[in-house]
């Protein structure tokens, strides 16, 4: 395919990478943010097993930058997220939540501290712009917030650390996990971060001009031809095996990080003001309703790109629904994430799913994806 099936009006927003992307034959994307993420170029399995080997570069664009600066910068970052962001060093990122007075969840973005009062929430696919300006002008705080002309591509896979010192230089392999540093490639400003959403470790280049997209894909291409570099994307086998949630299908506005399996990035008691202790701390106390639980589904792999699929208890009651779902060569199973009454939700749990009428069983696993106890 040598064209996206799209119309590619203004509201379509162009990633400074799709040129690249569209000349390596992806042939299928997804909508975030208002902008195409390539997620498949061969196939999910084929791009699996580069992966845990080699190294790859994908076009994230699409998680764009939500810049807050100004005075009341920290304070407005830690009225929206229930993280303690007075913690987090310039220089550093952290993974947060972000949640509304209800404790549903907005958004989970990476937050970086590009200095005292000035960060970028490094989001999800959700309309974080708009929801941070309307409660900075609500509050009249002193910050500016709007989206800057920064595209990360990431850089990920185990070849990643050698790649990154054959082009940006050996300093590179002493960025520490969600820290970043200021660099120049192509003569255009970027930022270095050792982040990105895969498990098999690598960067993320937070590019700050539009219009060098080619040539910073091309200096990175040429560089990792000898470290066997591919396109690639965001991999839905990987995630799942690594626990990698995602807004949207994992989680969305009606989950909290209760339910969401989010609960070790809170700081309920921190010091500073946030909108959602209340409804946190309540939610708390009583226990979250919906538990979203690792799901090993028996039998053969079930490959549908759709796995919105029912789960049952005992005598066929309705318990949830699955979120995700992967056949894992690793563990040979078809293993899924699913939202599950919390009655239904512990270790050992035996449940049904309904695949598309298929009807299989189904077992709650731990992170690890491996067995309960006996
Ligand atoms: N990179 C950047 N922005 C992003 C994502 C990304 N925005 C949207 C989405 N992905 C945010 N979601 C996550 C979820 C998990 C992680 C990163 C982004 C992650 N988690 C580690 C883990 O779970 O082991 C560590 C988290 C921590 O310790 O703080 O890496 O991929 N730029």
Same mark, same amino acid.
């Given at each position: 395919?040598?064209?996206?099936?799209?119309?590619?009006?203004?509201?379509?927003?162009?990633?400074?990478?799709?040129?690249?992307?569209?000349?390596?034959?992806?042939?299928?994307? %997804?909508?975030?943010? +208002?902008?195409?993420?390539?997620?498949?170029?061969?196939?999910?399995?084929? @791009?699996?097993?580069?992966?845990?080997?080699?190294?790859?570069?994908?076009?994230?664009? !699409?998680?764009?930058?939500?810049?807050?600066?100004? &005075?009341?910068?920290?304070?407005?970052?830690?009225?929206? %997220?229930?993280?303690?962001?007075?913690? !987090? @060093?310039?220089?550093?990122?952290?993974?947060?939540?972000? !949640?509304?007075?209800?404790?549903?969840?907005?958004?989970?973005?990476?937050?970086?501290?590009?200095?005292?009062?000035?960060?970028?929430?490094?989001?999800?696919?959700?309309?974080?712009?708009?929801?941070?300006?309307?409660?900075? *002008?609500?509050?009249?705080?002193?910050?500016?917030?709007?989206?800057?002309?920064?595209?990360?591509?990431?850089?990920?896979?185990?070849?990643?650390?050698?790649?990154?010192?054959?082009?940006?230089?050996?300093?590179?392999?002493?960025?520490?996990?969600?820290?970043?540093?200021?660099? %120049?490639?192509?003569?255009? &400003?970027?930022? =270095?971060?050792?982040?990105?959403?895969?498990?098999?470790?690598?960067?993320?280049? *937070?590019?700050?001009?539009?219009?060098?997209?080619?040539?910073?894909?091309?200096?990175?291409?040429?560089?990792?031809?000898?470290?066997?570099?591919?396109?690639?994307?965001?991999?839905?086998?990987?995630?799942?095996? %690594?626990?990698?949630?995602?807004?949207?299908?994992?989680?969305?506005?009606?989950?909290?990080?209760?339910?969401?399996?989010?609960?070790?990035?809170?700081?309920?008691?921190? +010091? @500073?003001?946030?909108?959602?202790?209340?409804?946190?701390?309540?939610?708390?106390?009583?226990?979250?309703?919906?538990?979203?639980?690792?799901?090993?589904?028996?039998?053969?792999?079930?490959?549908?790109?759709?796995?919105?699929?029912?789960?049952?208890?005992?005598?066929?009651?309705?318990?949830?629904?699955?979120?995700?779902?992967?056949?894992?060569?690793?563990?040979?199973?078809?293993?899924?994430?699913?939202? =599950?009454?919390?009655? *239904?939700?512990?270790?050992?749990?035996?449940?049904?799913?309904?695949?598309?009428?298929?009807?299989?069983? @189904?077992?709650?696993?731990?992170?690890?994806?491996?067995?309960?106890?006996?």
């Amino acid at each position: 395919m040598s064209t996206l099936p799209m119309i590619l009006s203004r509201r379509l927003r162009p990633s400074p990478y799709e040129q690249r992307v569209i000349e390596n034959g992806a042939s299928a994307f %997804t909508l975030y943010n +208002k902008m195409t993420l390539p997620l498949i170029y061969d196939s999910y399995e084929t @791009a699996y097993e580069h992966l845990c080997e080699h190294v790859q570069i994908w076009d994230v664009a !699409c998680e764009r930058q939500v810049e807050i600066v100004g &005075p009341d910068a920290l304070r407005l970052v830690e009225l929206i %997220t229930p993280r303690d962001m007075s913690k !987090c @060093a310039v220089g550093q990122g952290k993974y947060a939540p972000l !949640c509304d007075e209800n404790g549903g969840i907005i958004n989970d973005p990476i937050i970086l501290r590009l200095a005292v009062d000035r960060f970028w929430l490094s989001i999800a696919d959700s309309d974080v712009n708009l929801w941070v300006k309307g409660v900075a *002008y609500g509050r009249g705080f002193d910050v500016k917030v709007f989206e800057p002309d920064v595209s990360p591509l990431a850089i990920q896979g185990p070849k990643a650390d050698d790649l990154m010192a054959d082009v940006v230089g050996e300093h590179t392999r002493d960025i520490r996990f969600f820290w970043f540093i200021d660099e %120049t490639i192509a003569g255009t &400003p970027v930022k =270095i971060a050792r982040s990105g959403w895969s498990g098999k470790g690598g960067f993320e280049v *937070y590019l700050q001009d539009g219009s060098k997209g080619n040539a910073l894909w091309d200096i990175f291409w040429e560089a990792g031809q000898k470290y066997n570099l591919r396109a690639g994307a965001p991999n839905l086998i990987e995630r799942v095996e %690594t626990g990698l949630k995602s807004y949207g299908a994992d989680m969305t506005i009606d989950s909290n990080p209760f339910e969401a399996a989010l609960e070790k990035y809170l700081d309920l008691d921190k +010091k @500073a003001e946030y909108m959602s202790r209340d409804a946190l701390a309540r939610i708390k106390k009583n226990g979250p309703a919906r538990r979203l639980v690792n799901l090993v589904i028996d039998g053969g792999p079930l490959g549908s790109m759709r796995s919105d699929w029912a789960v049952r208890g005992e005598r066929d009651k309705n318990v949830g629904m699955v979120t995700s779902q992967a056949w894992s060569p690793r563990f040979e199973a078809n293993i899924a994430f699913a939202i =599950i009454d919390s009655s *239904y939700a512990d270790v050992g749990s035996v449940l049904s799913v309904n695949a598309d009428g298929d009807l299989r069983k @189904a077992t709650v696993r731990n992170e690890k994806w491996q067995s309960a106890p006996a």
